[in-house]
């Protein structure tokens, strides 16, 4: 009978610590709160000559000696004023990503018709050689319209 | 005897039990919680009111970023409408970063607006503890800035 009593005490006691734990791992998880992400776009580089009208605008993304550039988004714009000027087969063009270019071509008005605007990246587009830096070219100055060109990016090995 | 009978019992119980948990868990299972969702949004003062500049403010508490998963951008005319050239929406503790704008006379419409911008990897802000500022261009007599960040907060 003191074995029984025994046995039925521990199950007892089993049960109620697998119960408190079930009840700790749920309210872990409701609590859980956002967690530091490494792979961030942690910096920006703005453009020369920002939408500024005949002019090119140039971007530079530097990373330190041994790091690669992680692209997350390139961000290229063509505002035209109220003068306009009709663009015709021009790119914006990268260094130290491959060759990636973007194409761009606009009819004379005030706008920013046919710019490529924000290109994202879901996979971060890694540049080509560590220490070297990435640069984003808007097509050569133009009368009446202006570049913007922005690299979103982080650096890491 | 009766204690192996006793015993049966206890053991039969116990199974009932896990059999009744099981199917408990599968009939509650849930869609696990994204943790570096954007499930914060500050928008914009003066949202879409002519002749007003639209900020909007994401704050961080202390020791924690802004990461930003999108921003909206909305410039609209009202029935009269005006041109503007080469104007900018413009971040701060962002890197600087900014999104240009230009429209001809576009009365009843948001041609060339940004609009929505999405970014899939976050942006992250660059001070802790600071906020986040998306400003639109100055006042425009006949457009309605509208100005947006989606975002969370995190180390």
Same mark, same amino acid.
């Given at each position: 009978?003191?074995?029984?009593?025994?046995?039925?005490?521990?199950?007892?006691?089993?049960?109620?610590?697998?119960?408190?734990?079930?009840?700790?791992?749920?309210?872990?998880?409701?609590?859980?709160?956002?967690?530091?992400?490494?792979?961030?776009?942690?910096?920006?580089?703005?453009?020369?000559?920002?939408?500024?009208?005949?002019?090119?605008?140039?971007?530079?993304?530097?990373?330190?000696?041994?790091?690669?550039?992680?692209?997350?988004?390139?961000?290229?714009?063509?505002?035209?004023?109220?003068?306009?000027?009709?663009?015709?087969? #021009?790119?914006? +063009?990268? !260094? =130290?990503? $491959?060759?990636?270019? @973007?194409? /761009?071509? %606009?009819?004379?008005?005030?706008?920013?018709?046919?710019?490529?605007?924000?290109?994202?990246?879901?996979?971060?587009?890694?540049?080509?050689?560590?220490?070297?830096?990435?640069?984003?070219?808007?097509? #050569?100055?133009? +009368?009446? !319209? =202006?570049? $913007?060109?922005?690299? @979103?990016? /982080?650096? %890491?090995? | 005897?009766?204690?192996?009978?006793?015993?049966?019992?206890?053991?039969?119980?116990?199974?009932?039990?896990?059999?009744?948990?099981?199917?408990?868990?599968?009939?509650?299972?849930?869609?696990?919680?994204?943790?570096?969702?954007?499930?914060?949004?500050?928008?914009?003062?003066?949202?879409?009111?002519?002749?007003?500049?639209?900020?909007?403010?994401?704050?961080?508490?202390?020791?924690?970023?802004?990461?930003?998963?999108?921003?909206?951008?909305?410039?609209?005319?009202?029935?009269?409408?005006?041109?503007?050239?080469?104007?900018?929406?413009?971040?701060?503790?962002?890197?600087?970063?900014?999104?240009?704008?230009?429209?001809?006379?576009?009365?009843?419409?948001?041609?060339?607006?940004?609009?929505?911008?999405?970014?899939?990897?976050?942006?992250?802000?660059?001070?802790?503890?600071?906020?986040?500022?998306?400003?639109?261009?100055?006042?425009?007599?006949?457009?309605?800035?509208?100005?947006?960040?989606?975002?969370?907060?995190?180390?």
């Amino acid at each position: 009978m003191r074995k029984l009593r025994f046995l039925a005490a521990s199950l007892l006691l089993a049960a109620f610590i697998a119960a408190g734990l079930s009840e700790g791992a749920l309210a872990q998880a409701l609590i859980q709160a956002s967690p530091t992400r490494l792979d961030a776009a942690t910096s920006v580089a703005v453009g020369t000559n920002w939408n500024t009208v005949a002019s090119q605008s140039t971007a530079t993304a530097t990373p330190p000696a041994g790091q690669f550039v992680y692209v997350t988004a390139l961000y290229m714009s063509a505002c035209q004023n109220s003068s306009g000027s009709a663009t015709a087969n #021009a790119n914006f +063009t990268t !260094t =130290g990503l $491959g060759g990636m270019e @973007f194409a /761009y071509s %606009a009819a004379a008005a005030e706008g920013c018709a046919g710019q490529p605007g924000l290109i994202t990246f879901a996979t971060p587009q890694k540049s080509a050689a560590a220490g070297t830096a990435v640069t984003l070219v808007s097509p #050569a100055s133009t +009368t009446n !319209t =202006g570049y $913007g060109t922005e690299i @979103f990016y /982080y650096t %890491a090995p | 005897m009766r204690k192996f009978l006793a015993f049966l019992a206890i053991l039969a119980a116990l199974a009932l039990g896990q059999a009744h948990n099981a199917a408990a868990q599968a009939l509650v299972q849930q869609s696990p919680t994204h943790v570096d969702a954007g499930n914060l949004t500050a928008v914009g003062t003066n949202w879409n009111t002519v002749n007003t500049q639209s900020t909007a403010t994401a704050t961080a508490p202390g020791g924690q970023y802004v990461y930003v998963t999108a921003l909206y951008m909305g410039a609209c005319q009202d029935g009269t409408g005006v041109a503007a050239a080469n104007l900018n929406f413009t971040t701060t503790n962002l890197g600087g970063a900014e999104f240009a704008y230009s429209t001809a006379l576009s009365a009843n419409a948001c041609p060339n607006e940004p609009g929505l911008v999405n970014f899939p990897v976050p942006l992250k802000a660059a001070q802790a503890g600071t906020a986040v500022t998306l400003v639109s261009p100055a006042a425009q007599s006949h457009i309605g800035f509208a100005t947006e960040i989606f975002y969370y907060t995190a180390p």
